[in-house]
């Protein structure tokens, strides 16, 4: 990128740290929250026989890292040919979400249903990981007590890759989502106290949604830990006001078709939708032909667009995702040298009226340009 486009860069994240920065007179900064943004990104890659995948986190703008996330390529033993993916987002405390990126897929790996080979039975694979996710909540209850953990909780989303099916497993309000021939064909769902099924179990163990929180504190219904939430004597481990029970779906896969898959931290989500975020990845990949260098440019974007929280994100890519595009190069420098001269000659320097970067910003924005990258605009330039 040209000097010009990164002191723009530089530029906007000062612009960016000033908009959320409290005014004079309205009080303390929240805590939980930092005077500027942490940029520095965790990043991860790696290939096995045709699966690629690339791995970025980010600190953000939150006091503290409180995401985790586990990455296995293979599976040991007769699982050799399946590959685990998993994004943990802590909440009030990075202890859950370490000890499940750590220990989960041990608990996964410990049923007797994944036996791989001609026998996978998809109903099987399902129940086990819904055991395996009770089993180590249980595991951590214990612990917690004996070891007096801080009240934390996380939620969970990972998909367990086998040569035959995708089985996605959700917990929470992270998410992942599968792009099959150019469009969204899959994606979990988020697990918020206000829908009906999950407004009725708080219920029924005597809690109440307020402000679309449980006891309106907790903004998810389902999470790992959280164990203040799971006291209550006369109802099943999977019926408190916080479940620790996954939705777990299965979906066949489909050779030729399948591009990549994207789990995220709801992070990620507070920004982009799921059609704009596979639009997103799907256009960066034809740029770079690179998981991770996809998944600095989501977490650059989520930035600008707004985002707040931690954010991680992993793309796991398939033979038959987007590569480099001569064209979409070129389109991508046309763009890049339009906004530069724009900006350069429009409000720079050497404009009669120079603007500050907002107003830049703004009018950039009021002009609209449809070679902008679908789903980041202009925020990801």
């Not at 940029?39 to 986190?57: I, S």
């Not at 990981?129 to 009240?151: G, K, N, P, S, Y």
């Not at 959700?170 to 769902?189: H, K, M, P, W």
């Not at 763009?335 to 000659?345: D, I, M, Q, S, Y």
Request: aromatic letters at 8%; proline letters at 5%.
């Amino acid at each position: 990128m040209a000097t010009f486009m990164r002191q723009l860069v530089s530029a906007s994240e000062r612009m960016v740290s000033r908009l959320f920065k409290t005014e004079p007179g309205e009080g303390p900064t929240p805590s939980f929250f930092l005077e500027a943004p942490r940029t520095e990104k965790l990043l991860e890659q790696g290939e096995v026989e045709g699966l690629r995948y690339g791995l970025g986190a980010m600190q953000g703008w939150r006091a503290h890292m409180e995401d985790a996330h586990t990455v296995r390529l293979r599976l040991p033993g007769v699982l050799s040919d399946w590959a685990f993916f998993a994004v943990y987002d802590g909440h009030a405390g990075a202890t859950v979400a370490q000890f499940c990126a750590r220990h989960l897929l041990e608990y996964v790996l410990a049923a007797e249903a994944l036996t791989g080979g001609e026998e996978e039975d998809p109903e099987a694979v399902k129940e086990a990981m819904c055991e395996a996710f009770l089993t180590i909540d249980r595991r951590m209850q214990a612990l917690a007590v004996a070891e007096a953990w801080e009240r934390a909780g996380s939620t969970a989303v990972a998909v367990l890759v086998s040569p035959r099916h995708f089985y996605f497993i959700n917990l929470g309000d992270s998410r992942a989502l599968l792009c099959r021939a150019g469009t969204v064909t899959f994606y979990t769902e988020d697990h918020k106290p206000s829908k009906p099924r999950e407004r009725e179990r708080i219920e029924n163990a005597g809690g109440t949604v307020t402000l679309h929180r449980v006891n309106g504190s907790l903004a998810v219904s389902r999470a790992l830990g959280d164990f203040d939430y799971k006291a209550v004597a006369w109802r099943s481990q999977t019926e408190q006001l916080v479940s620790p029970e996954p939705e777990v779906y299965e979906l066949a896969r489909c050779p030729g078709e399948d591009e990549f898959l994207v789990l995220a931290c709801d992070g990620i989500w507070d920004t982009f939708d799921n059609k704009g975020l596979c639009a997103f990845v799907r256009s960066r990949l034809s740029l770079t032909g690179d998981p991770q260098r996809v998944c600095e440019c989501v977490l650059d974007a989520g930035l600008y667009k707004g985002s707040r929280d931690n954010m991680t994100c992993i793309l796991v890519c398939f033979p038959w995702a987007p590569d480099i595009s001569q064209e979409a190069l070129q389109k991508e420098q046309e763009l890049e040298k339009f906004l530069e001269n724009r900006v350069a000659g429009g409000w720079g320097a050497g404009a009669c009226c120079p603007m500050d970067l907002v107003a830049v910003f703004q009018c950039l924005a009021a002009e609209g340009n449809p070679g902008l990258p679908p789903g980041g605009g202009l925020a990801s330039k």
